[in-house]
């Protein structure tokens, strides 16, 4: 971060893919080919005004309690005891209820821009503290696997909430994630809402294994491994119901040689992790299964090792 004030600052934080099948709540991947812009200005007024929304989604909320940027910047600005206010300036390149972070984005995005605003004087973890406060607006918990990779790039493995740890875990040589998003929308409180509230002992340790699994495949480059970790066991049974075609793009993926295919946070994005010579073809294959359901889609196949958010002007 630069030091010294600023008047104004504009900040690119990249969509994400959340839970990557096996971290629920978690684990996430920064998606760098799409993200969302903030531009803060610094204004003699108190508090948080959201004074524009454009790009891709424009009805959102301009009441800055209830808009993800609008209250990451209310909980920094509270904690910064300043003698000033800001506005923001809100470009979504994410579209609504994607499944690909989009609250998180735009709430990270914020925080970064208002820090070279504030002279940086907030660490990334301590900027991570409050755009979790704008992304519980969204999805109405607490949770990291979003906000995190969006804010710190790569494969992001968060532990704790109150006092969170993050972690980027090596991408894995020669790995590509796929992300394909079907033209629809599916709320994140709808989609964590049909969640069962108790999990069996037997799919817990099975969870507990692939996670364990994957990130350890990581760490060792070991393909077989990831082909055999990455598989949600709990999250997408219970979710897959609200995408319609899943289990075709899922089998699609594979039938193209992908690692594992689940689902990206939330939904209704689906992704995949393959290797870079399968790459495309997998993202054809689970774009064809979406228009085979006769739903339109977008598809991306993106480094695993991407940046995260970053000050652009």
Not at 83 to 93: L, N, P, Q, R
Request: charged letters at 20%; aromatic letters at 4%; one cysteine or more.
């Amino acid at each position: 971060m630069s030091s010294g004030d600023a008047e104004r600052a504009t900040a690119f934080a990249p969509a994400s893919i959340g839970n990557v099948a096996v971290g629920f709540d978690i684990l996430g991947l920064a998606v760098d080919a799409l993200g969302d812009r903030a531009t803060v200005i610094k204004r003699a007024q108190a508090g948080v005004g959201v004074s524009a929304i454009r790009g891709v989604v424009q009805n959102l909320p301009l009441e800055a309690a209830k808009n993800t940027a609008g209250r990451a910047l209310e909980a920094m600005l509270a904690d910064a005891e300043v003698d000033f206010g800001v506005d923001v300036e809100i470009d979504k390149g994410i579209p609504l209820g994607s499944g690909l972070g989009g609250s998180a984005a735009s709430a990270v995005a914020a925080v970064v821009a208002a820090n070279r605003v504030l002279g940086g004087r907030y660490a990334r973890l301590q900027l991570l503290k409050f755009a979790m406060q704008g992304e519980q607006v969204a999805s109405g918990s607490l949770h990291v696997d979003n906000v995190a990779p969006s804010l710190f790039g790569g494969l992001a493995l968060t532990v704790g909430i109150d006092e969170p740890r993050v972690k980027r875990i090596p991408a894995p040589a020669g790995v590509r994630a796929v992300a394909v998003h079907p033209h629809m929308e599916l709320a994140t409180k709808q989609a964590r809402a049909i969640l069962s509230p108790t999990v069996s002992m037997s799919d817990f340790v099975w969870q507990s294994a692939n996670l364990a699994g994957l990130i350890a495949a990581c760490y060792t480059d070991d393909v077989d491994l990831i082909r055999a970790s990455l598989e949600d066991v709990i999250i997408e049974p219970q979710r897959q119901s609200l995408i319609p075609g899943a289990g075709a793009v899922r089998a699609a993926a594979l039938g193209q040689g992908a690692l594992g295919c689940s689902i990206s946070g939330a939904g209704p994005t689906m992704f995949a992790w393959a290797l870079e010579a399968d790459g495309e073809r997998v993202r054809e294959a689970m774009q064809a299964a979406f228009t085979g359901v006769n739903i339109k889609s977008d598809g991306w196949v993106v480094e695993i090792d991407s940046p995260g958010a970053r000050l652009i002007a």
